[in-house]
């Protein structure tokens, strides 16, 4: 159709901040007093000519707005909600995802495909106490529809007059295939049903109890492992620490030594999982009698140089000039002499480590003297991404 919609769009009112290209952002003011995120069901094109109250132009909007049928759901009400809105009141939020086939769908769990997008809302508020502010960050979740169970797929046998009878043109687009979800409904504390277009679901991933006990396991030996993003280049060593459900995705969370950071990741979305021991594969080692002849900073060298040999991230503790202390993991790294500015060509270079910092995202220099403890992690770095990950 010409309009700008299809069935399965997610679409929201011209009010509400998202866009098509902007999601993650933090909603201020009033959060009660923003719009749901809907998706449209149904499509009735506007076949007959518009023209102006006022001066009776023709606004050439023949076939380019329509009125859509949008579904949502709303935590208030325990309701799946609808309304017919015009087109020209809504902006697209995200183009509708695959086509999902009704044998995938059978026995499946399954959402509004808006669940994931509001469970990623975020509320900001201002805390004032004792003349301190504070920002609060928490979630928005009015929204979010419940995880269902799909008890059945009937074909949509609503008869409908799809086409115009003076054009043949289609005017009117329906889902031919509704699917029945059965879902726990807190409001009246009891089961309920609902027929919803196939095109306005998402299906949720199923895990197998035998992979969350493997994962368990991880968890239970806090042992150190490497694993890798599907789809990405990214590959790290994590400590697993618990394991989490979210609208149910599974989640291992645990500390990312590449980040330096407690990061969560979807368990459905790793591979090429392996224990590694040790994780740390080289630091000073203060005992080793031929080291303990070398000052600190030599050291600290000696490890750095074994690290651009084999390609391998350098983790180190740093103190800068006003003597904050960060931890930085740093790959693509050497070691260069340069020069202090503003002084004299004969005076004595400042050594200094030289690479991308994960921490920072962007290359960065560390004088080698302000290095506080320097170590090899047991994985070597990409050398062909970009500094993408």
């Known amino acids: 159709m010409e309009h700008l919609f299809n069935l399965g769009d997610i679409v929201a009112l011209k009010s509400h901040p998202y866009t098509s290209e902007l999601q993650n952002i933090l909603i201020s003011g009033e959060p009660q007093l923003v719009s749901p995120l809907m998706i449209i069901v149904e499509i009735i094109k506007d076949s007959q000519d518009v023209f102006d109250e006022f001066t009776g132009v023709n606004l050439q909007l023949k076939g380019k707005t329509a009125n859509c049928k949008c579904v949502w759901y709303s935590s208030k009400s325990a309701q799946f909600e609808e309304a017919w809105l015009s087109s020209k009141l809504l902006k697209l939020v995200k183009r509708r995802g695959k086509a999902i086939a009704k044998s995938d769908v059978i026995d499946s769990l399954v959402t509004l495909s808006?669940?994931?997008?509001?469970?990623?809302?975020?509320?900001?508020?201002?805390?004032?106490?004792?003349?301190?502010?504070?920002?609060?960050?928490?979630?928005?979740?009015?929204?979010?529809?419940?995880?269902?169970?799909?008890?059945?797929?009937?074909?949509?046998?609503?008869?409908?007059?799809?086409?115009?009878?003076?054009?043949?043109?289609?005017?009117?687009?329906?889902?031919?295939?509704?699917?029945?979800?059965?879902?726990?409904?807190?409001?009246?504390?009891?089961?309920?049903?609902?027929?919803?277009?196939?095109?306005?679901?998402?299906?949720?991933?199923?895990?197998?109890?035998?992979?969350?006990?493997?994962?368990?396991?991880?968890?239970?030996?806090?042992?150190?492992?490497?694993?890798?993003?599907?789809?990405?280049?990214?590959?790290?060593?994590?400590?697993p620490q618990k394991i989490k459900c979210s609208h149910g995705i599974y989640f291992i969370v645990g500390y990312d030594y590449i980040k330096n950071k407690t990061r969560e990741f979807p368990i459905l979305k790793l591979s090429n999982i392996t224990l590694v021991s040790p994780f740390v594969v080289q630091a000073p080692n203060f005992k080793d009698t031929e080291l303990n002849t070398l000052g600190f900073e030599e050291q600290n060298k000696r490890v750095i140089t074994k690290g651009i040999q084999e390609?391998?991230?350098?983790?180190?503790?740093?103190?800068?000039?006003?003597?904050?202390?960060?931890?930085?993991?740093?790959?693509?790294?050497?070691?260069?002499?340069?020069?202090?500015?503003?002084?004299?060509t004969n005076v004595k270079p400042i050594e200094y480590l030289t690479g991308f910092c994960e921490l920072r995202k962007d290359e960065r220099h560390f004088q080698l003297e302000r290095i506080q403890s320097v170590e090899i992690l047991n994985i070597s770095y990409p050398t062909s991404d970009n500094n993408q990950n």
């Open 114 to 239: 808006t669940a994931q997008m509001e469970l990623a809302k975020v509320k900001s508020s201002l805390n004032i106490e004792n003349e301190n502010k504070r920002t609060n960050l928490n979630p928005l979740l009015s929204f979010v529809s419940p995880l269902m169970q799909v008890i059945g797929v009937p074909k949509n046998d609503k008869k409908e007059a799809l086409f115009d009878v003076k054009t043949g043109n289609k005017k009117k687009e329906i889902s031919e295939q509704l699917v029945k979800c059965k879902w726990f409904n807190p409001s009246s504390d009891k089961m309920s049903e609902v027929l919803i277009p196939i095109e306005a679901l998402s299906i949720v991933p199923s895990i197998s109890e035998a992979m969350l006990n493997e994962y368990a396991q991880y968890v239970r030996s806090k042992q150190h492992l490497t694993l890798t993003i599907e789809g990405s280049s990214y590959q790290t060593i994590f400590l």
């Open 311 to 344: 390609k391998k991230y350098l983790r180190i503790r740093y103190k800068d000039k006003n003597n904050n202390l960060t931890i930085r993991t740093i790959k693509n790294y050497e070691i260069k002499e340069i020069p202090p500015l503003g002084t004299l």
